[in-house]
């Protein structure tokens, strides 16, 4: 019986050590995939920016391949969506992808130039796409869809149209469109003009400058800064030359309140770039490329474009002012214009020294590649304007508050 006992105690405590042997490894087992799943998930949550890191497949809610997403293509992760079967939603889309093939970026950064699409008026018109489309950024390939899918239309860009998808702006060519139908998509009051403002030098009257700079076109800083203020506060748009080149073109819709704040030559600059970032409004700087460097102005609130390169100079030929462009010969005038694009990253908008023009120069200006022109005329752009004629308002020391407020409304 002593021997039965003994054994049994034996089979006992055996069976406890292979018990806890087995249950030591199946935890540590468990506990591995629990943890290895819990590093997938963490991985989705500060993954929300990821990019593709080769061609990879985009598929449905069921996990079928409905197109091709490009190498490089930016792509925004629902964080709301856990990983599932090693698939991650694209947010704002029924688009998923397999997280293993991106790679992991920080928060996506645009030029201002791109951003400023968020700031128009979508049409009340949408699009439908065929079976199979390609959303183009810029004139490259970004998704291949096989899928119908329906789309408000931001801009009626030249045979194609530009929508948001994943947060960004990409355009669908027409020829991937089976329909467009109305849709009320928004009612937001939209612009039927715009206030192209015209400054020149803003100074300091207690300084040096004050001294130096006696012309109607030397304004007060405390007088710009009133006219910027009131823009800000009653909380006006400020239009890039881009837009403003898309609203008269007819292809975009702004809001009503838009204005496009434009400073012609490149003296007395730094106060109203100062003016400008106090109230983070954008400005565009007309610049006379041999007076300066265009990096004398660096500013996330101002862009840059020609004011030729140096036919400025008053007197060269007849007229009012006699800039050069209205008299001297072709070949002149061309390089000219186009040492003023090179120095500028090849811009395509100029406005014209003086507000002189004639139709000939408007040739010339074409020919050197440029695809808008600003002039004077003291009066709002509007839609069927000469696109190289675009109409300004100076403003001067002598436009009062009362004025300016007219001017933009």
């Known amino acids: 019986m002593k021997k039965i006992i003994i054994t049994l105690i034996c089979f006992i405590v055996g069976f406890i050590a292979i018990f806890v042997t087995y249950n030591k490894l199946f935890n540590k087992d468990n506990n591995s995939k629990v943890k290895s799943v819990s590093k997938q998930e963490k991985e989705l949550e500060y993954s929300t920016y990821v990019i593709a890191q080769k061609d990879i497949n985009l598929y449905n809610k069921k996990h079928d391949k409905v197109g091709v997403i490009n190498k490089d293509a930016k792509i925004i992760l629902d964080d709301e969506y856990k990983i599932?079967?090693?698939?991650?939603?694209?947010?704002?889309?029924?688009?998923?992808?397999?997280?293993?093939?991106?790679n992991k970026s920080e928060e996506f950064t645009y030029d201002k130039e791109y951003k400023t699409y968020k700031n128009y008026i979508v049409y009340n018109e949408n699009i439908k796409t065929k079976e199979e489309y390609k959303l183009y950024s810029s004139d490259v390939i970004m998704y291949t869809i096989n899928n119908s899918d329906i789309y408000p239309i931001i801009i009626k860009d030249d045979n194609r149209y530009g929508v948001e998808f994943n947060g960004e702006l990409y355009y669908i060519n027409s020829d991937d469109i089976e329909s467009t139908s109305e849709n009320s998509n928004s009612d937001t009051s939209v612009a039927t003009d715009i206030a192209v403002l015209n400054y020149h030098y803003t100074i300091d009257k207690n300084s040096e400058e004050g001294t130096e700079c006696k012309q109607s076109i030397c304004m007060s800083d405390t007088q710009v800064d009133e006219e910027i203020k009131y823009l800000s506060d009653n909380q006006f748009y400020p239009v890039t030359m881009q837009d403003l080149y898309l609203f008269l073109t007819n292809k975009i819709q702004l809001p009503e309140k838009s204005v496009a704040i434009t400073i012609d030559d490149g003296w007395y600059l730094a106060r109203m770039i100062g003016i400008l970032e106090k109230y983070e409004m954008q400005?565009?700087?007309?610049?006379?490329?041999?007076?300066?460097?265009?990096?004398?102005?660096?500013?996330?609130?101002?862009e840059i474009h020609s004011h030729t390169w140096d036919m400025h100079t008053p007197g060269v030929c007849k007229g009012s002012h006699g800039g050069g462009l209205l008299c001297l010969d072709d070949q002149t005038i061309l390089d000219d214009l186009k040492k003023s694009r090179e120095s500028l990253n090849n811009t395509e908008i100029l406005c014209y020294p003086f507000y002189e023009y004639n139709a000939r120069t408007i040739e010339l200006v074409k020919q050197a590649g440029f695809k808008m022109a600003l002039a004077g005329g003291y009066r709002k752009a509007k839609v069927g304007d000469n696109i190289y004629a675009v109409p300004r308002f100076e403003l001067g020391n002598y436009t009062t508050i009362d004025e300016f407020i007219k001017i933009v409304n």
Not at 84 to 102: E, F, G, Q, R, S
């Open 84 to 102: 599932k079967d090693k698939y991650a939603k694209i947010k704002d889309t029924n688009y998923y992808i397999k997280y293993n093939n991106v």
């Open 283 to 302: 400005g565009t700087l007309y610049l006379i490329g041999s007076l300066a460097s265009p990096t004398d102005y660096t500013s996330n609130f101002l």
